[in-house]
């Protein structure tokens, strides 16, 4: 497989349920990104990886916990989620942050999230 | 000040016609700017970038617009084709960050 691949595509869930988004990218980068898409609003940035260190976290609820075990893989750990919280949640790589390559995000096609 | 602001919202456009999407932002210290593609069922995907030393960048039939003194930008897209419809992300970026800050986006329709 090539490029960034995201699973499950589609999830639904209840308020106190546990769920994980799993992110896998295959271009060799060493930064991995968290975004949520709500309709009419901008993309909004969640964490940033570098390396596998956490390097930016934007203020996000502790019911959403990423986890990136190597520079492939990313996870968000999702727990007792709110209804607002519903949205299409994209994982995208980069070359590592401060390298000129980092301006180029290559995004997944994201995991549409019902929260009920 | 980090904010990017995207118009219009929607547009339709008829099949040869040219799609005009703008972007302004109000950080001086962004530097780069790209426009993101997006197709239902996708995550988006980089189209055209722009450094503000340069006032317009051609690719194709996709062009970015630069006025650095009116911190504006804008996607010009000429002879729109029904396969350009998709929905068009503006961002901007600080060398220093670590992240993009996006636009809300513009969903285009080219009518066949």
């Known amino acids: 497989e090539t490029g960034v691949t995201q699973t499950p595509r589609h999830l639904v869930m209840g308020m106190t349920n546990k769920k994980s988004l799993k992110c896998e990218q295959h271009?060799?980068?060493?930064?991995m990104y968290w975004y949520k898409q709500s309709a009419k609003k901008p993309l909004e940035l969640m964490f940033v990886?570098?390396?596998?260190?956490?390097?930016e976290n934007n203020s996000v609820p502790s019911r959403f916990s990423p986890e990136c075990p190597n520079s492939s893989h990313l996870f968000l750990h999702l727990h007792t989620l709110q209804p607002e919280d519903s949205a299409l949640y994209l994982c995208a790589s980069s070359q590592a942050v401060g390298n000129s390559g980092a301006n180029v995000l290559t995004f997944g096609a994201g995991s549409r999230l019902t929260v009920l | 000040q980090q904010q990017v602001k995207q118009s219009p919202q929607s547009l339709i456009v008829q099949k040869g016609g040219i799609s005009i999407i703008n972007c302004a932002y109000e950080n001086t210290a962004f530097d780069y700017f790209p426009w993101y593609q997006q197709f239902p069922g996708k995550g988006p995907a980089l189209l055209i970038a722009i450094r503000p030393d340069v006032s317009e960048k051609k690719e194709g039939r996709f062009t970015i617009s630069f006025n650095k003194s009116a911190k504006q930008f804008s996607l010009h897209i000429m002879d729109s084709q029904p396969g350009d419809s998709a929905t068009y992300f503006c961002a901007a970026r600080r060398g220093s960050a670590r992240q993009l800050t996006f636009g809300s986006g513009t969903q285009l329709t080219v009518l066949p």
């Open positions: 990886y570098n390396f596998k260190e956490q390097t």
């Open positions: 271009l060799g980068h060493n930064a």
